[in-house]
């Protein structure tokens, strides 16, 4: 079974996703870091990507999508784990139609953290990872309100299905993690 991780910017959701990935062998697919590796490349979708990525804004989901079914396709025989994806309603659709035509199961997981704590945990990583969308409480802010007016309503759908849980990502790392792992061990 794949899984995909929810969670919104600071919450601590890429550091727990490779930690988990690390001891279950999933193979962690990171939208974000993807996306900044396309960025990076020098070619014309590069800087397509990057002038979405710099402000904060979601890059246009044919992108998306055609990055996640390469990612698919190359790592066909893997377990998992989505990190970024789907970010909005119609991601979800089309996301959940790929997993079902490839007849891949998942269940999600949303690791929940106050608004006002996971900004200021995004602006602590800024000065240590130099992203150029953390380098701004405008830029943090913009991805910070997508996340709750175009996130939130996936992760609501997911509840509904069934296929979600909620985790508090509030305490210290180990202990998310330990939370995180009790869920999966138990369902
Ligand atoms: P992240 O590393 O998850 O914070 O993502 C960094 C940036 O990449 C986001 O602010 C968006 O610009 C872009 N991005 C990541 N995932 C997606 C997605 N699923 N859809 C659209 N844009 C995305």
């Known amino acids: 079974m794949d ?40 070619t014309e979708l590069g800087n397509t990507v990057k002038s979405y990525i710099d402000e904060g804004h979601l890059v246009p989901a044919d992108i998306i999508m055609k990055v996640v079914r390469e990612a698919l396709e190359q790592h066909k025989k893997k377990h998992i784990l989505f990190d970024g994806i789907p970010r909005d309603m119609d991601q979800k659709r089309e996301f959940d139609a790929i997993m079902k035509e490839l007849k891949r199961t998942f269940r ?14 995004i602006k602590g ?21 997508l996340f709750k007016e175009k996130t939130m309503p ?34």
């Open 108 to 121: 999600c997981i949303n690791i929940l953290l106050p608004y006002e704590e996971a900004f200021q945990r």
């Open 154 to 187: 996936v992760v609501e759908k997911y509840i509904q299905e069934e296929k979600l849980v909620q985790v508090d990502g509030s305490g210290s790392m180990d202990e998310v993690y330990e939370l995180i792992k009790q869920i999966l061990l138990k369902t």
């Open 125 to 145: 990583r800024a000065s240590v990872e130099g992203r150029a969308d953390d380098a701004d409480d405008e830029k943090i802010r913009r991805r910070m309100s």
């Open 3 to 42: 899984l995909v991780f929810l969670g919104i910017q600071g919450s601590g959701k890429g550091t727990q996703a490779r930690r988990l990935a690390d001891e279950f062998g999933y193979y962690v697919f990171d939208m974000g870091y993807e996306l900044r590796a396309i960025a990076g490349s020098g």
